[in-house]
């Protein structure tokens, strides 16, 4: 039965059995980009600027900030595993986190606070029971 089949006929199905299944595998996984694509066309690249623009001090900083969001995060981390495991209250809660944010001033008014924000609350409430909201969150820094 299988004399009829060469092997060169063999090769072009496999070819495009393959060809159709990996189609198929590109084409769900990547439907949303391929559908923003056909929608809003390629993304053009933008020309440079024959004047370069200065950069904000935001944006001059941003690799400090980067670091700096970092180290925070580890120090919180630490606070809230000392504070989880010594059963602080509320207040003492808040002066720990007070003093460990007073050295991160760099990331207030920052798109980094916002973040830093979330973290504390959610930490604060997963590790140690204490629910935080945003107006004792801007006290702190």
């Given at each position: 039965?299988?004399?009829?089949?060469?092997?060169?006929?063999?090769?072009?199905?496999?070819?495009?059995?393959?060809?159709?299944?990996?189609?198929?595998?590109?084409?769900?996984?990547?439907?949303?980009?391929?559908?923003?694509?056909?929608?809003?066309?390629?993304?053009?690249?933008?020309?440079?600027?024959?004047?370069?623009?200065?950069?904000?001090?935001?944006?001059?900083?941003?690799?400090?900030?980067?670091?700096?969001?970092?180290?925070?995060?580890?120090?919180?981390?630490?606070?809230?595993?000392?504070?989880?495991?010594?059963?602080?209250?509320?207040?003492?809660?808040?002066?720990?986190?007070?003093?460990?944010?007073?050295?991160?001033r760099q990331l207030k008014d920052t798109e980094f606070e916002?973040?830093?924000?979330?973290?504390?609350?959610?930490?604060?409430?997963?590790?140690?029971?204490?629910?935080?909201?945003?107006?004792?969150?801007?006290?702190?820094?």
């Open positions: 039965m299988f004399r009829a089949v060469s092997w060169h006929e063999f090769m072009i199905a496999i070819i495009v059995i393959l060809v159709v299944y990996y189609f198929a595998i590109i084409a769900f996984f990547y439907r949303y980009g391929i559908m923003k694509i056909l929608r809003e066309g390629l993304p053009k690249k933008e020309r440079e600027v024959a004047h370069p623009v200065m950069p904000g001090p935001q944006q001059a900083t941003e690799p400090v900030l980067f670091a700096g969001i970092n180290d925070l995060l580890e120090e919180l981390q630490a606070v809230f595993e000392n504070a989880a495991e010594k059963h602080y209250h509320r207040e003492e809660l808040m002066q720990a986190l007070q003093s460990c944010l007073k050295n991160f916002a973040a830093a924000a979330r973290h504390i609350i959610h930490s604060a409430e997963s590790l140690c029971n204490i629910t935080l909201e945003g107006t004792d969150i801007k006290r702190l820094w």
